[in-house]
């Protein structure tokens, strides 16, 4: 199935450089419905408020709601649980990684990345794009 | 007066009392306990007098000593002068690397957006731009010697702590953490490595492909999920 090139992506980073970084990134690979968020508990408003996110792409670390968190709310939320999710931190220890996982992360990129990275991630996620 | 010397001065008056031949016998019994109760006090005051004084001495050396020592470590230079210097660096590298990353961005968004149809105008806004971008990259300059300087204030703080800590005998007391500080150390991680990533994306991938099973990560990393 092919992937849909306008459904809307939720980036959520409490760093607005970084989420300027990913919006470029993203409309490089051909995704420009993307929306921003700074920080796990405005993301969670946001996808509970109707719009039918076709991707999360989040940091860890942020307060008060970190990506961790979000992730979980998310696979709780029978609404929401669907959703891909793909977690971005600087730091990757193998109990996080693992733990993200546990928790239903469908993939997990390290900072710093190029947008190659981000794509094959996207690519494991969504399907070839 | 120390309680030694007025035991002497006790026993001389009963000296004089007992040299002016008074005929009173019951004076002289008085007299005679009197001087049993000085030789008494003298032995048990002249002890107590110089152990408390030894203390006092003591602890007196030791007051001087810390306040020299608090004085060598220059508190209010530091206080007043060198970590207000430091953390105002550090805010101007956030603020310079921020305003060169905004530049740049801002450039490349340009390019991207910009009308490649006539080459000649659109190699001369690229040229222009890349010329704008070089010039941004000064901040890295900029920011080192900052970085530098925050380095050495951090420097002579801990050489400064660690010599007080030594001199004395300092040892590290319990601390308590802040409701704050319990729930960042419990749900935010503690940012990039210095050494790169604790696991590469490589390994985090063959995780997330199948080709490496949690137990192939180590029991340790495992039993950090339930420690």
Same mark, same amino acid.
């Given at each position: ?30 995704? +420009? ?42 696979? +709780? ?53 | 007066?120390?309680? #030694? ?39 048990? #005051? ?9 203390? #006092? ?168 999920? #339930?420690?």
């Amino acid at each position: 199935m092919a992937v849909d090139m306008n459904m809307p992506v939720l980036v959520v980073d409490d760093y607005k450089t970084m989420c300027r970084i990913m919006r470029n990134l993203l409309k490089q690979l051909g995704f +420009s419905n993307v929306d921003e968020a700074a920080d796990g508990a405005e993301a969670l408003q946001k996808m509970q408020s109707g719009k039918d996110f076709g991707l999360v792409i989040s940091d860890w670390n942020m307060e008060p709601m970190t990506g961790y968190e979000l992730l979980k709310q998310v696979r +709780s939320d029978e609404k929401l649980k669907g959703t891909p999710f793909i977690m971005i931190t600087a730091e990757s220890k193998t109990e996080n990684v693992i733990a993200a996982k546990r928790a239903g992360v469908n993939n997990y990129i390290v900072k710093p990345f190029n947008a190659a990275t981000l794509k094959a991630k996207m690519s494991s996620v969504l399907g070839s794009f | 007066m120390p309680a #030694f010397d007025v035991a002497n001065r006790i026993r001389d008056a009963l000296d004089d009392i007992k040299a002016a031949d008074l005929d009173d016998p019951r004076l002289m019994e008085v007299l005679s306990l009197a001087e049993n109760l000085v030789e008494t006090m003298k032995i048990f #005051f002249g002890s107590i007098d110089h152990s408390v004084i030894d203390e #006092f001495q003591h602890i007196a050396q030791y007051i001087n000593r810390t306040r020299e020592e608090i004085a060598a470590l220059r508190p209010n230079d530091i206080h007043g002068s060198r970590i207000p210097t430091a953390g105002a660096e550090l805010e101007a590298v956030v603020g310079d690397t921020e305003r060169a990353t905004e530049n740049i961005m801002t450039l490349a968004e340009d390019i991207m957006a910009a009308d490649a149809s006539d080459p000649v105008a659109y190699k001369e806004k690229v040229d222009n731009a890349m010329m704008q971008m070089i010039e941004a990259c000064s901040f890295q300059d900029i920011t080192g010697q900052r970085v530098s300087k925050v380095v050495a204030t951090l420097s002579h703080i801990e050489e400064r702590v660690s010599r007080f800590a030594e001199v004395m005998g300092v040892l590290d007391a319990e601390s308590e953490e802040t409701d704050k500080e319990k729930w960042q150390n419990e749900n935010l991680l503690n940012g990039p490595q210095l050494d790169g990533p604790a696991t590469g994306q490589e390994a985090i991938d063959a995780l997330f492909d199948g080709e490496t099973s949690e137990a192939a990560l180590g029991q340790d990393d495992i039993d950090n999920l #339930f420690d």
